[in-house]
């Protein structure tokens, strides 16, 4: 965002690369709901798109100057400094969130600093535990979690896991938003879009 009138520009990341996976159904939703708010401008960020070796660099990414050798890491690192923020998807593999994403995560620094994050996950407890966990990891990285996250139910997560990302869609919207009890997307979006617009001054280069 270089002008604090400009889009918001929202990385939708998938955290998982699994054959199979449920993992782009929610992430189609969220894109396409987005396209709603006039102020958003949502990608997905695929880690399938992003085959980055495993974390083995000589010295951590702090002491990098966002310089990196690999090609990979570099592609990987400008896609994130061009963003906003984020909105990870995660599923829970034993209580804990997937390899993949985490390497993602580690690769980088100054790209993820001070800007804010929101989660969605699924799994026995709607994802609860592996939120808590990256939270704790995005912390670290100087990033602004919000306090509402999206835990697909249960029952969501069955009804849709046979079904395609357009099928799935207004599923979703039906069980998180449209006929909830309360908007849990709406609630998640504006507490994002707040975050990102009132946190702009910290990811604008200050000049004398």
């Known amino acids: 965002m270089s002008n604090i009138n400009d889009k918001i520009k929202i990385g939708i990341i998938i955290g ?6 449920f993992s782009d159904k929610p992430a189609y939703w969220l894109q396409q709901e987005l396209e709603q708010w006039n102020a958003v401008e949502a990608t997905i960020i695929d880690l399938r798109d992003h085959e980055l070796p495993f974390f083995d660099e000589p010295v951590s990414p ?6 990196y050798n690999n090609p990979r890491v570099q592609q990987w690192a400008d896609i994130i400094e061009a963003a906003d923020a984020f909105i990870m998807i995660t599923p829970e593999y034993n209580h804990g969130y997937t390899a993949v994403l985490k390497n993602a995560l580690d690769h980088l620094y100054y790209e ?3 800007k804010p994050v929101g989660f969605v996950s699924f799994g026995s407890v709607g994802g609860a535990r592996v939120i808590e966990q990256m939270r704790q990891v995005v912390i670290e990285l ?7 996250a999206i835990h697909i139910p249960v029952p969501v997560y069955f009804a849709t896991m046979n079904l395609n990302a357009t099928e799935a869609a207004p599923v979703f ?4 938003r449209k006929d909830s009890w309360r ?3 709406g609630d998640f979006v504006n507490e994002l879009v ?6 702009h001054s910290l990811r604008t280069p200050q000049t004398a």
Do not use: C, F
């Open 16 to 21: 998982s690369t699994r054959q199979g996976r």
């Open 142 to 148: 100087k990033m602004l979690p919000i306090k509402n």
């Open 194 to 199: 707040h975050l990102t617009t009132h946190t």
């Open 183 to 185: 908007d849990e997307l």
């Open 173 to 176: 919207s039906k069980a998180l």
């Open 112 to 114: 993820w600093n001070n």
């Open 62 to 67: 702090m002491r990098t100057n966002k310089q």
